[in-house]
């Protein structure tokens, strides 16, 4: 059974950082991608990043491309979003997910979920 443990959340100005982790176990993901999507109340789960387990290819969503990385540490089965000038637009519950097929950017796409860790950026 895969689990994904995301932590790292929390609160921060505008302008600052957080690093975001996502601890996996339960399977060997190698061929797989792991992804970071974001939700807020009411709307739509978005797509932040994904990256391909194996080869370490990368994949941002536009409003985020030169602020965040995604990166992994496959000895520690963990991945990263480190999370740089932040905006309060960016505050939104931000899940780790597996994908094992289909689309990068589609929610639909991705089988297995974390719990989700809350990030709020203060103007």
């Known amino acids: 059974q895969v689990q994904l443990v995301e932590s790292g959340g929390g609160l921060v100005q505008a302008g600052g950082s957080l690093r975001l982790s996502c601890a996996a176990s339960g399977r060997t993901f190698s061929g797989y991608t792991m992804g970071w999507f974001r939700q807020v109340p009411g709307k739509e789960r978005d797509f932040v990043a994904a990256?391909?387990?194996?080869?370490?290819?990368?994949y941002y969503a536009d409003s985020v491309k030169g602020r965040f990385t995604i990166s992994r540490d496959s000895a520690k089965n963990t991945v990263y979003l480190q999370m740089n000038s932040l905006k309060p637009e960016d505050t939104a519950v931000y899940y780790c997910?597996?994908?094992?097929?289909?689309?990068?950017?589609?929610?639909?796409?991705?089988?297995?979920w974390g719990q989700g860790t809350q990030v709020t950026v203060s103007s």
């Open positions: 997910a597996v994908r094992y097929s289909g689309s990068y950017y589609t929610p639909s796409s991705y089988d297995d």
């Open positions: 990256i391909r387990w194996s080869g370490g290819s990368t």
